[in-house]
């Protein structure tokens, strides 16, 4: 990648097709595709490949790595280590949306977020986008430094976010979910998951831009174990075609999710082999950003797949260099 304003990564040609996010029919072509660049405040990140997102979770109660980060220096280092492990973007959370999570209030989600987006804007080489549902901690992590918001709701939850976002011309992460985190299990009911996705998440662009959300801002997110059970995760990223088709960059975060313990019976924290497994899967049918913990290890994989897109794309001979 190379480097945009305030660096941020920004878009580099690396295909002759056209604008899109998906090629041809087989898995190789739908990956190499050319995709326009992703506008996020102050500056674009390129999405010619795949772009590994950083999870880093400042909250006691997370799923996977709740408590881990109780300082506003070892959530940097932690930061710094996913940049230099391949990360373009960090994702910094304040309140867990795990199934059944309760609701933090703003101040207390504000105290967790706040210092530590005002320090990264200064120290971290990539740019930071913000997991809230909430119109006053964007407004806030964007003045302190922020360059995306990531909304589970799809701008749903808070009447006035999708205005925060468009004033500050950020980027903007539109999520797929139903209901509440503590309520949306009993929401999990669909007769065609990746279709139905689909066409709620149409509802959330809609929304963005009826509040001036620039398209060239807008990456759609299916939510994968929001509001759906483990087939229906499987389901959906079986098929992103649907979600794809609405003509948007799609990100998928599957990473250390019950649906991959639905299939090893393994904690969390043992489920990295499949969550590199879903990436990769849905790298081949066009997806674009992958929202992780493990960024080193699901980077190789990418890039790996990246070379393997690349080399059928060119039709250049792979060479035996062992």
């Known amino acids: 990648m190379t480097r ?32 326009a660049p992703w506008a996020v405040r102050g500056g674009t990140v390129s ?10 979770n400042l909250t006691p109660d997370s799923f996977s790595d709740g408590g881990r980060f109780d300082s506003v220096e070892r959530a940097l280092s932690e930061a710094e280590a996913m940049a230099a492990a391949g990360a373009a973007l960090i994702d910094v959370g304040g309140e867990s949306t795990r ?26 080489p990539v740019p930071v986008s913000v997991d809230t549902r909430k119109a006053d901690v964007a407004r806030a992590a964007l003045d302190a430094g922020a360059a995306v918001v990531n909304d589970i709701s799809g701008l749903a939850h808070d009447p006035a976010m999708a205005e925060v976002v468009a004033d500050a011309g950020a980027g903007v992460v539109l999520m797929h979910m139903r209901g509440e985190p503590a309520t949306m299990r009993e929401r999990a ?16 662009v809609e929304r963005a831009r009826g509040a001036g959300v620039a398209d060239a801002a807008i990456v759609l997110d299916p939510g994968i174990g929001f509001a ?11 098929r992103l075609q649907p979600l794809l088709g609405l003509g948007f960059p799609v990100l998928v975060g599957p990473s250390r999710k019950s649906f991959i313990g639905s299939v090893v019976d393994v904690p969390p924290e043992r ?42 794309w060119t039709g250049e001979p792979a060479r035996d260099e062992r």
């Open 4 to 35: 945009g304003q305030g660096g941020v990564p920004q878009a580099r040609d690396r295909s002759a097709g056209g604008s899109g996010p998906v090629g041809g029919s087989d898995p190789l072509s739908r990956a190499r595709g050319s995709a």
């Open 47 to 56: 999405l010619e490949g795949p772009v590994v997102m950083g999870i880093l």
């Open 99 to 124: 199934p059944g999570a309760d609701t933090v209030p703003v101040a207390e989600e504000l105290r967790r977020v706040i210092p530590f987006v005002e320090a990264a804007a200064t120290r971290l």
């Open 189 to 204: 009911h669909y007769d065609d998951a990746p279709r139905e996705v689909a066409s709620e998440l149409r509802r959330a």
């Open 228 to 238: 759906k059970n483990a087939a229906q995760s499987f389901a959906v990223l079986s």
């Open 271 to 312: 489920r990295l082999a499949g969550t590199v497994a879903a990436c990769v899967a849905a790298y081949l049918q066009g997806a674009r950003i992958f929202r992780v913990h493990d960024v080193e290890p699901v980077s190789q994989a990418l890039a790996v797949a990246d070379a393997i897109a690349a080399a059928g």
